[in-house]
Nanobody
Framework: VQLQAFGGGLVQPGGSLRLSCAAS????????MGWYRKFPEKMRELVAD???????NYGDSVKGRFTISRDNAKNTQYLQMSSLKPEDSAVYYC?????????????WGRGTQVTVSS
C-alpha cells in the first residue's frame, strides 16, 4: 500500500485546512485509515482514524474541531481541520492498517507540515 498526502500549509489561528491522503496498491487489505501527528521530540499521536465499517476515533485534543472522512470510491481519506490552534502545528502523517491472511501491517505516507500561526 502506498499513501500520498496533500494539503498541509500555513494557516492563521481559527482557520481551516483540509488534508487528503490517496491510497494505492492493495486497497482491499486496508482496514483502518487515519491521521497521526508528530511534534518535535515527541512520539506520534493519533489525530483521527476511520475503519472500513465506518467507526471513527478522534484524539481528545481535536474532538469537535476535526472531521475525518473516507471516500472508498476514490481510495482517499480526508481530514477537515477547523478552529485551528497554534498547538495543532505539527507534521501530519497519513496511516493505513492492513490485514492479509491474519497478519497486520501498518503503512505511512510522507508527512505534511501544518503550521498555525498569525
Amino acid at each position: 500500500v502506498q499513501l500520498q498526502a496533500f494539503g498541509g500549509g500555513l494557516v492563521q489561528p481559527g482557520g481551516s485546512l483540509r488534508l487528503s491522503c490517496a491510497a494505492s496498491g492493495n486497497i482491499a487489505s486496508i482496514k483502518i485509515m487515519g491521521w497521526y501527528r508528530k511534534f518535535p521530540e515527541k512520539m506520534r499521536e493519533l489525530v483521527a482514524d476511520i475503519s472500513s465499517d465506518g467507526s471513527i476515533n478522534y484524539g481528545d485534543s481535536v474532538k469537535g474541531r476535526f472531521t475525518i472522512s473516507r471516500d472508498n470510491a476514490k481510495n482517499t481519506q480526508y481530514l477537515q481541520m477547523s478552529s485551528l490552534k497554534p498547538e495543532d502545528s505539527a507534521v501530519y502523517y497519513c496511516n493505513a492498517d492492513t490485514e492479509i491472511n491474519g497478519d497486520y501491517y501498518g503503512y505511512w505516507g510522507r508527512g505534511t507540515q501544518v503550521t498555525v500561526s498569525s
